[in-house]
């Protein structure tokens, strides 16, 4: 089973950026669609991100897109997500995960989850 950790949270203000890293252990990623997710405190949890396995399809959500940009390095085992021009709406825990069912917006079809990281930016 694989175990993803989530870093590179914590807290900026509006309009600055911050570069998550999703790094996985126990087996490799290359064959999974990666996503990011966030849940703010009182929330359910939302797609942000997804890429496919082998990086050369994305897709956004619309409250993300310009802003946010996912990204993988299968060498490394790690997917990552550089959020841009960051807004108070984007406070949440940050979530990566692999996918094992299609599509790959859909929290429920994801198989591995990480810890979460928190992010927390300020107006």
């Known amino acids: 089973q694989a175990q993803l950790v989530e870093s590179g949270g914590g807290q900026v203000q509006a309009g600055g950026s911050l570069r998550l890293s999703c790094a996985a252990s126990g087996r490799t990623l290359s064959g999974y669609a990666m996503g990011w997710f966030r849940q703010a405190p009182g929330k359910e949890r939302e797609f942000v991100a997804t890429?496919?396995?082998?990086?050369?399809?994305?897709y956004y959500a619309d409250s993300v897109k310009g802003r946010f940009i996912i990204s993988r390095d299968n060498a490394k085992n790690t997917v990552y997500l550089q959020m841009n021009n960051l807004k108070p709406d984007d406070t949440a825990v940050y979530y990566c995960a692999a996918a094992s069912r299609y599509p790959a917006d859909v929290v429920g079809h994801y198989s591995y989850w990480g810890q979460g990281t928190p992010v927390t930016v300020s107006s």
């Open positions: 890429i496919s396995s082998t990086g050369r399809t994305t």
